[in-house]
């Protein structure tokens, strides 16, 4: 978290070098990247289960179809914009509805947005910077016989780039944090996607989330033992750890297939179905916030 919360500085700071005041800019910084380290900071042990929290979201009994094809929508019409506003009102829109409406942990939010963000900010970081002989941009650092330097249309078209991510990014999340896979998969086959793609996509997320619990459990066996109780041990134990997942996945995989079998499975994954009803408030606020999002887009 604290790594995120620098990289969120000299990203901000390359990003609008030049463009605004000094002292704004380093209040901006200090905020954001405050925000990140103090909110962000998840106190609890383990790792978080969506299917858990999903449950426990106020947006949970809103029909699945309604946010599935509104979330959609909105992707689009933010990867398609040529307006970073876009990607800065949606991202805002979508906390309020994850966090305010639908009652989820701050906490748990930024948590869950640490891997992400901190992906888009190293590819931020990428764009933003370039190397030549000669300081030829809004800021310039000595780097060996060179310079690295910040150009005025890099950072446009990275906060373009930042922008649009982001604004998906927090579309998806609050997608995958109020309608748990199920509701997902009966979306899919009424879209009449083919069933071999909808099944994967369940086994698969499923299976990763055994595998961090079979992670997650291995490695505080392994502190408990005094496992990192030193750099060389700790690299032991990673080794042993990594290995020992290997082969724990195909003999949990192996066990999964049995199960199954012993439910009648036959080629097959089944869910009980169920139904939300759409209310008239969850079309009008779906609807107002795809038109100012068109809006934006159009001006």
Same mark, same amino acid.
């Given at each position: 978290?604290?790594?995120?919360?620098?990289? !969120?500085?000299?990203?901000?700071?390359?990003?609008?070098?030049?463009?605004?005041?000094?002292?704004?800019?380093?209040?901006?910084?200090?905020?954001?990247?405050?925000?990140?380290?103090?909110?962000?900071?998840?106190?609890?042990?383990?790792?978080?289960?969506?299917?858990?929290?999903?449950?426990? =979201?106020?947006?949970?009994?809103?029909?699945? =179809?309604?946010?599935?094809?509104? !979330?959609? *929508?909105?992707?689009?019409?933010?990867? =398609?914009?040529?307006?970073?506003?876009?990607? *800065?009102?949606? $991202?805002?829109?979508?906390?309020?509805?994850?966090?305010?409406?639908?009652?989820?942990?701050?906490?748990?939010?930024? &948590?869950?947005?640490?891997?992400?963000?901190?992906?888009?900010?190293?590819?931020?970081?990428?764009?933003?910077?370039?190397?030549?002989?000669?300081? $030829?941009?809004?800021?310039?650092?000595?780097?060996?016989?060179?310079? /690295?330097?910040?150009? @005025? !249309?890099?950072?446009?078209?990275?906060?373009?780039?930042?922008?649009?991510?982001?604004?998906?990014?927090?579309?998806?999340?609050?997608?995958?944090?109020?309608?748990?896979?199920?509701?997902?998969?009966?979306?899919?086959?009424?879209?009449?996607?083919?069933?071999?793609?909808?099944?994967?996509?369940?086994?698969?997320? #499923?299976?990763?989330?055994?595998?961090?619990?079979?992670?997650?459990?291995?490695?505080?066996?392994?502190? =408990?033992?005094?496992?990192?109780?030193?750099? #060389?041990?700790?690299?032991? %134990? %990673?080794?042993?750890?990594?290995?020992?997942?290997?082969?724990? &996945?195909? @003999?949990? $995989?192996?066990?999964?297939?049995?199960?199954?079998?012993? @439910?009648?499975?036959?080629?097959?994954?089944?869910?009980?179905?169920? @139904?939300?009803?759409?209310?008239?408030?969850?079309?009008?606020?779906?609807?107002?916030?795809?038109?100012?999002?068109?809006? /934006? #887009?159009?001006?």
């Amino acid at each position: 978290m604290i790594i995120t919360a620098v990289l !969120t500085v000299i990203v901000l700071w390359c990003l609008f070098y030049g463009s605004i005041p000094g002292q704004v800019l380093i209040f901006l910084c200090l905020i954001m990247g405050g925000t990140i380290a103090v909110f962000g900071r998840h106190k609890k042990e383990g790792f978080l289960i969506i299917d858990i929290l999903v449950r426990k =979201s106020r947006l949970y009994h809103v029909n699945a =179809s309604l946010k599935f094809w509104t !979330t959609i *929508i909105l992707m689009i019409l933010c990867i =398609s914009s040529n307006s970073a506003v876009i990607g *800065i009102f949606l $991202a805002i829109v979508m906390l309020f509805l994850t966090v305010i409406v639908g009652g989820f942990k701050i906490h748990d939010y930024m &948590s869950m947005l640490v891997l992400p963000v901190s992906f888009l900010l190293l590819s931020g970081l990428a764009l933003l910077i370039e190397y030549g002989g000669l300081p $030829a941009g809004v800021l310039n650092l000595p780097f060996f016989h060179g310079y /690295l330097s910040v150009m @005025r !249309t890099d950072q446009i078209r990275t906060a373009l780039v930042m922008s649009k991510a982001f604004g998906a990014i927090s579309c998806l999340y609050m997608l995958s944090l109020s309608t748990p896979m199920s509701d997902i998969i009966e979306v899919l086959k009424r879209a009449h996607v083919p069933d071999v793609i909808v099944e994967l996509m369940y086994l698969i997320y #499923r299976y990763t989330f055994l595998l961090i619990e079979m992670y997650y459990s291995m490695k505080n066996a392994a502190k =408990s033992r005094l496992g990192d109780i030193d750099y #060389r041990t700790s690299l032991r %134990t %990673t080794g042993s750890i990594y290995s020992n997942l290997l082969a724990r &996945s195909y @003999r949990q $995989a192996n066990n999964m297939f049995d199960a199954m079998e012993s @439910r009648c499975f036959e080629g097959e994954i089944r869910f009980l179905e169920s @139904r939300k009803n759409m209310t008239l408030i969850q079309v009008i606020t779906a609807a107002g916030i795809m038109l100012i999002t068109l809006g /934006l #887009r159009l001006c």
